[in-house]
């Protein structure tokens, strides 16, 4: 044991970053022989940065199928919970600080004591605010299986009819910048708030001014449940508006497109979005064609000012109606430029055939 330990003393003198580091560990770990192993791991710390890398690939090379020897004896007598340490070394990845890492794993229901990790040669200070998993603990790690991942479709069907939940989702997973004014006035407060509210809770919050996002979240797979619901959703927005014409759904802006010619004969392209945190993109998708953007939300009379202080800065709305689509109260509000309405007068013709009572806004 005293030579694994040796080894695993001088390998985290190759990756420390910091002398406090090393001794704040080795006070935990060595016990009463922690400044000899603390001497032994200077040796390493005091080299070149090439010569710290051979040191420790040699060291993981010979510890690597030694792990059960060194961590066994050590995990039965501290009693750690593993789930922690298998969330980090799959989900979360090496080197967070301390204090992110820990609020990472709240939001998967786990907490973790950095010390017994310390203590049991699973985690490793690098700098006073920093730990890592030894490499060498891969094999060891991967033969363990991991807390199951978040269902990513119950995520969204859970919450589909919440619409700020869902614009603030696509916003996070998609990395996405939208215009703060747009999502206030459309759904009722910003992104950041609603974050803050803990209304996605455990999927994502606030921290400090960064978004983290749940570990047990396979984003990839929630991207593409996203995109499905959309799709779907959209479809039905086709069909209650009884549009004729070719539909596609556009994978960049994430929103269903139908493309097709008024009673008029006049080409139009109407954005089906159940929700969206774009608008800037989608109006300027096709700049100078009529477009329509159908939102699947409620009417708001800040959704009129928001487009009113937008209109001389953006001079391709004068070719955009925009619709929300309000079925539970089978309600249509079509938001238009006043200069516009000879432009739209054939779109309109399109609405007031559907089911839905029109009311017309004009800005």
Known sequence: MEDLEL????????????????IMDFNLRYGERADYMLNEALKVYSL???????????IVNELVYRVDDLVSPRLNSLGIDLAPILITWYYIGNGE?????RELLSMTGHRINIDDGVKAGLLMRIDKSTVVIPEYLANYLSRLNPPQQLDSSSIVFNNIDNSIFMVTLETIIRGLRPIDGFIRAFYGEGIRDALASGLLEPVARLYGNDVLINPLVDQRSLRIALARAKDTRARVIKHSLSMYGRYMFDRGLYCGVNYMFTYSSRSLVAYLCPWTPLYRSIANKYHGVRSMIVLGVRFRENMVEFLSQEKYKRPELSKVMFVTLDQASGLIHAIYQRESMGLMDDVLDILYETIYKVNEITY
């Open 7 to 22: 080894l695993e003393a001088r390998y985290q003198g190759s990756v420390a970053r910091s002398m406090d580091a090393l």
């Open 48 to 58: 070149d940065l090439d010569s710290k890398v051979k040191v420790r690939r040699s």
């Open 97 to 101: 600080r301390m204090g992110r890492l």
